[in-house]
């Protein structure tokens, strides 16, 4: 059993990235134009004009991936017009979105699927290998609350003998990312993601910003 209106706002969220993402690096458009015309000429001094239309483009890429994701859950929910054109309706009257739930959906996909080790999963993995050396794998079942996009309770059905592993994940916008990774057709080696983008803070610079995974 399950809300299916959650589901269904959280296919609409997905959906709603490149809108909300192109909004959201509006907003710095509108913040330069209010700059005084000698701030506007220091910060076009290292092409920020350029940045901003480049960050653009890469989210373009990513949105390749996440629509990918919405017509999986789409057809594997039976998701029809009429509930997602509802739930578009109850997001304008709130007038707020969860732009930075999928950010951070996107950012999930970098740490735990990325070729690179992660510096977060793998001493997790780590510890919890180091502590069931002593356990009868046979008769214990691993839970692995907040699974977010599996890595973890994926790694350890894989590594580990145990009777069974179970996922737990109560974020709908997790589970249809996470469901997308084990349908026939995804084959995660071929997408790159840029989830740097979505701030400009702590970049040395742009290409620092715009680098994928």
């Not at 005084?36 to 092409?47: D, R």
């Not at 709130?94 to 977060?120: G, I, M």
């Not at 919890?128 to 839970?143: F, G, Q, R, V």
């Not at 997308?180 to 790159?192: A, E, G, R, S, V």
Request: net charge neutral; hydrophobic share 35%.
């Amino acid at each position: 059993d399950y809300n299916r209106n959650e589901l269904v706002s959280s296919i609409y969220d997905i959906k709603s990235y490149l809108k909300n993402a192109e909004k959201w690096n509006n907003r710095r458009r509108i913040l330069f134009r209010q700059m005084t015309p000698l701030q506007q000429k220091i910060a076009n001094s290292i092409n920020y004009s350029d940045k901003l239309n480049k960050v653009d483009k890469y989210f373009l890429k990513n949105n390749e991936i996440l629509s990918n994701i919405v017509n999986s859950s789409i057809s594997k929910y039976n998701v029809q017009d009429y509930e997602l054109k509802l739930v578009e309706e109850q997001a304008n009257l709130k007038k707020s979105s969860n732009y930075f739930r999928v950010v951070e959906s996107l950012c999930h996909f970098a740490r735990d699927w990325s070729v690179k080790e992660s510096d977060e999963i793998t001493p997790l993995l780590d510890y919890i290998k180091l502590n069931s050396e002593d356990l009868n794998s046979n008769d214990t079942i691993a839970i692995v609350p907040g699974s977010g996009l599996g890595k973890v309770s994926h790694t350890l059905a894989h590594d580990m003998k145990f009777s069974s592993v179970h996922a737990i994940e109560f974020s709908w916008l997790m589970v249809l990312m996470n469901e997308f990774l084990y349908t026939k057709q995804t084959n995660l080696k071929k997408y790159n993601f840029n989830h740097y983008l979505h701030t400009y803070s702590n970049h040395q610079s742009i290409d620092d910003q715009v680098r994928s995974v």
